[in-house]
């Protein structure tokens, strides 16, 4: 079993959408957790990182649930622009800072 | 940008053959991971060097070495190269051991073993 699942998607969704993408991680020991935002043939880049109690950036909603050890990602009002690989990572505790990924989830923003 | 740069970019080899993949990592940081990503995957922790030293290694043969230089510049080696090894290798710069949020990643080279 991989550490961090994802389903690889893609989400093909139409612009203005809502679209939510889940992530399980298997170590109870995992510290941090963070989706990454990963453009064709770039590098991963930060998104946001997630927090216990959820966090919103945007039109961005993340929320981790530590007891059924499972993150989320919500996207509301999706533009053409969010198309993209969503990565899902966590941190375990004393890992400096490696980082365990999941595969990835694809988004495709249709007009 | 991140101020993290690779070199190459693009790189083809044959099998058996070595490789060395360098990274420069962001002024002011000491900490360099390097990460292995095939083709349709998330990338995958290869090991990370802080202040010089190894400082955690992910499940990857001893074929898979590295360094870092007193500037905290940092290369990945990789001997006899297998078609598995065919993926894009980044290396990720942060200023300390312990903070992922600040951790910045390079472009990447593209790896291909034929």
């Known amino acids: 079993r991989k550490e961090v699942e994802q389903d690889p998607g893609p989400f093909n969704v139409p612009e203005g959408a809502t679209v939510a993408f889940n992530c399980t991680y298997s170590?109870?020991?995992?510290?941090?957790f963070f989706w990454y935002r990963q453009d064709c043939r770039k590098e991963p880049k930060l998104l946001m990182s997630?927090?216990?109690s959820g966090n919103e950036d945007g039109r961005f909603t993340a929320q981790l649930n530590r007891a059924s050890q499972y993150i989320s990602l919500l996207i509301r009002d999706s533009k053409l622009s969010d198309s993209a690989t969503y990565l899902c990572v966590v941190k375990g505790r004393n890992a400096g800072n490696m980082l365990t990924f999941g595969g990835g989830t694809r988004l495709m923003v249709k007009p | 940008e991140t101020g993290v740069t690779q070199s190459p970019t693009h790189l083809i080899k044959t099998r058996g053959q070595q490789v060395t993949l360098r990274c420069s990592s962001q002024?002011?940081?000491?900490?360099v991971s390097w990460y292995q990503q095939a083709l349709g995957q998330g990338p995958q922790f290869i090991f990370q060097?802080?202040?010089?030293?190894?400082?955690g290694r992910g499940n990857f043969p001893p074929r898979f070495s590295g360094l870092q230089f007193p500037n905290y510049s940092s290369e990945l080696n990789v001997n006899a190269l297998e078609l598995d090894d065919s993926a894009l290798y980044l290396c990720?710069?942060?200023?300390?051991?312990?903070?992922?949020?600040?951790?910045?990643f390079g472009p990447g080279t593209r790896l291909l073993v034929l």
């Open positions: 990720a710069s942060s200023l300390s051991s312990g903070s992922p949020e600040t951790q910045y």
């Open positions: 002024s002011g940081h000491n900490t």
């Open positions: 170590n109870s020991a995992s510290q941090s």
């Open positions: 060097y802080y202040r010089e030293e190894e400082n």
């Open positions: 997630v927090y216990s």
